[in-house]
C-alpha cells in the first residue's frame, strides 16, 4: 500500500474554505481508488468522498455533496478535497484513504493516513 500523509488542517469560521491534501509515496497510485473520512469527536469514521482511478466515478456523502470537491493528480501521487461553505459540523479528522475500488460509501478504501484536524467555528 502507499503511505498517506495528510495535510491542510486547520481552524476556520463557518463559511469559509479549507483545501485538503494528501501525498501518497511507496507506489504508484494510478492503481489506486482514493477518498476521504472523517471522525467527529466522540463519533464513527464516516465516509467522505471517493474517486475512482480513472477520474471517472466519483462520490460523495450526502452531508458534503454540492460544498466539497475531490480531485486527484496521478503525476503527483496526491488527491485533493476542497472544502467549501464549512459548517460547524464538519469540523472532525480527515483521513486520506487509498483502495481497490471507489464505491458509494468507501467500502473499497481499506487504508487510511494518520489525519488531519478541521476545526469549523460558528
Known amino acids: 500500500q502507499a503511505q498517506l500523509e495528510e495535510s491542510g488542517g486547520g481552524s476556520v469560521q463557518a463559511g469559509g474554505s479549507l483545501t485538503l491534501s494528501c501525498a501518497a509515496s511507496g507506489r504508484p497510485v494510478d492503481y489506486l481508488a482514493m477518498g476521504w473520512f472523517r471522525q467527529a469527536p466522540g463519533k464513527e469514521r464516516d465516509f467522505v468522498a471517493s474517486?475512482?482511478?480513472?477520474?471517472?466515478?466519483?462520490y460523495y456523502a450526502d452531508s458534503v455533496k454540492g460544498r466539497f470537491t475531490i480531485s486527484r493528480d496521478n503525476a503527483k501521487s496526491t488527491v485533493r478535497l476542497l472544502m467549501n461553505s464549512l459548517k460547524p459540523e464538519d469540523t472532525a479528522t480527515y483521513y486520506c484513504?487509498?483502495?481497490?475500488?471507489?464505491?458509494?460509501?468507501?467500502?473499497?478504501?481499506?487504508?487510511w493516513g494518520r489525519g488531519t484536524l478541521v476545526t469549523v467555528s460558528s
Open positions: 474517486i475512482s482511478r480513472s477520474d471517472n466515478t466519483i
Open positions: 484513504a487509498s483502495g481497490v475500488v471507489a464505491t458509494a460509501n468507501g467500502n473499497g478504501l481499506t487504508y
